[in-house]
């Protein structure tokens, strides 16, 4: 017996996966470093059923229909590379490696070349949904070689979650790095989001006094409605979780947050490209801020801010929260969006922007009722250069903009923090002004630097500079754009 697939990294996510893909009528051949959990596993979970165990990995590749597929669930980085060089010896010419982790992107388009140049083909690819998703159908996201794509299309596929009309959650994406391109979009939008319902819940908790019963049913709701989410549905949960003695889970755990650097590769990305994702950016830092507990607490003994406590009507704050939270996350995918627009102009891919909207529709963590409407906008135009410009969006983001503003002043007035909502608001603000000013900015520069601005009664491309002090001459730097 042949095996269909073979799987590299048995930890949380690769056991769950090759469950999955058995399930679906797929043999899969297993390898893990630590051989042990090779052989507890097909004594355990994988007992009776269609794998092949493994004890090295020259044994995984002559378990595999042609062309070989090894797919490996590994640490990003190194270990990618360091399991690549062990494989090579094994494979053949159209063999398939796929990289299912978190990768860098820059380190896919680099292994997709290195592999094709040997003659063999590279997937890396996107996997999201957590535990969960993994055993009953994550959100895929491959790029990597085209002519790769026939051999996975039929497991990838079958193997991930379907939309309510049937549809899978898994495309093309593009060539080399594409795939975990979007991905990593994905994360930094998944950091926005979270970090979005986290000021939320502070909000509620600290502003209003809601207890976590409460905030259990005000989330309820909000889950039935436009906000109809995986990560509001799982918060829900949260704050309604108690232990065996009646005591909330919530409350027991250390406020600082951990990260793995895809929020961070998202943010560095963004300034790269010269793109404002203001948003990501301000969640992903107030995790770093969330890290500096010691800091904060000795900071909570010397700093001071407003002695006010909210005395309005709690309901309309709840209201408002929830509007201010769904404009919030509009931008969130605005931004995204117009990141990977940015990259696909950089690196030449095809992005399908609506395609990208189905693959997000089921399976991962920012799965949620608006991916419908956003892929209906981008269907309807593919060319939508901002979300923001969609009528629907757009009435959606001007219904609920004058609660969005409450939110943000009455979290000024508290001293609740609100990094990531604010920014949001300060974005919406930003990209709907037609005259920023960056021309005082402009000025300054050329008045320091001699940088040179261009002028509203010229064309764009002619540059001037002024002999600000009459002392600098009319010698001018060079202009250029980082």
Not at 225 to 240: C, M, P, Q, V
């Amino acid at each position: 017996m042949k095996a269909d697939i073979g799987l590299i990294g048995l930890a949380v996510m690769g056991e769950n996966l090759v469950l999955n893909m058995e399930s679906k009528g797929f043999t899969v051949a297993v390898f893990n470093r630590t051989v042990a959990k090779v052989d507890a596993f097909m004594e355990g979970r994988g007992k009776g059923k269609n794998f092949i165990g493994c004890q090295n990995i020259e044994e995984l590749c002559a378990s595999l229909e042609r062309p070989r597929k090894v797919m490996m669930l590994v640490k990003a980085g190194e270990p990618v590379d360091a399991f690549i060089e062990q494989v090579l010896p094994f494979l053949e010419e159209g063999d398939i490696i796929i990289d299912g982790g978190n990768s860098h992107y820059p380190d896919t388009i680099r292994r997709t070349e290195y592999l094709e140049s040997k003659g063999m083909l590279f997937v890396g690819t996107g996997v999201s949904g957590g535990e969960e998703g993994a055993l009953l159908g994550p959100s895929i996201m491959p790029g990597g070689s085209p002519k790769a794509w026939d051999s996975v299309k039929p497991i990838f596929q079958k193997i991930s979650a379907q939309t309510t009309a049937g549809e899978p959650c898994c495309e093309w994406v593009g060539e080399n790095g594409a795939g975990h391109f979007v991905k990593m979009v994905h994360n930094g939008i998944e950091y926005g989001d979270m970090q979005m319902i986290c000021e939320t819940y502070q909000m509620m908790k600290e502003g209003l006094g809601l207890s976590n019963e409460q905030m259990h049913d005000v989330l309820k709701e909000w889950n039935e409605g436009e906000l109809d989410s995986y990560l509001i549905e799982i918060t829900r949960d949260i704050l309604g979780y108690k232990t065996d003695e009646g005591e909330a889970v919530i409350d027991q755990i250390l406020d600082t947050a951990g990260q793995k650097g895809t929020g961070k590769w998202t943010t560095v990305s963004a300034l790269d490209l010269g793109q404002p994702l203001t948003l990501i950016g301000e969640a992903v830092f107030a995790r770093c801020l969330s890290a500096l507990k010691d800091e904060r607490v000795e900071a909570s003994k010397v700093l001071s801010g407003p002695n006010v406590s909210f005395t309005g009507d709690s309901v309309e704050l709840i209201n408002d929260l929830k509007q201010a939270l769904y404009a919030s996350k509009i931008v969130s995918y605005a931004q995204g969006y117009q990141l990977m627009r940015a990259a696909a102009e950089e690196h030449e891919w095809e992005l399908t922007n609506g395609g990208i909207a189905l693959m997000w529709r089921g399976g991962c963590i920012i799965r949620s009722a608006c991916l419908g409407k956003i892929k209906e906008a981008f269907d309807t135009n593919p060319d939508l250069v901002n979300l923001l410009l969609d009528p629907f969006f757009k009435d959606a983001v001007e219904t609920a903009q004058a609660a969005w503003r409450r939110v943000v002043m009455k979290s000024v007035e508290l001293g609740i923090p609100m990094p990531a909502i604010s920014a949001a608001l300060a974005y919406y603000d930003g990209y709907r002004t037609a005259r920023l000013p960056a021309n005082l900015l402009q000025a300054q520069r050329d008045y320091f630097g001699a940088h040179t601005y261009e002028r509203l009664d010229k064309p764009r491309g002619e540059f001037f500079h002024t002999n600000w002090t009459g002392r600098g001459g009319d010698t001018s730097a060079s202009t250029y754009i980082v």
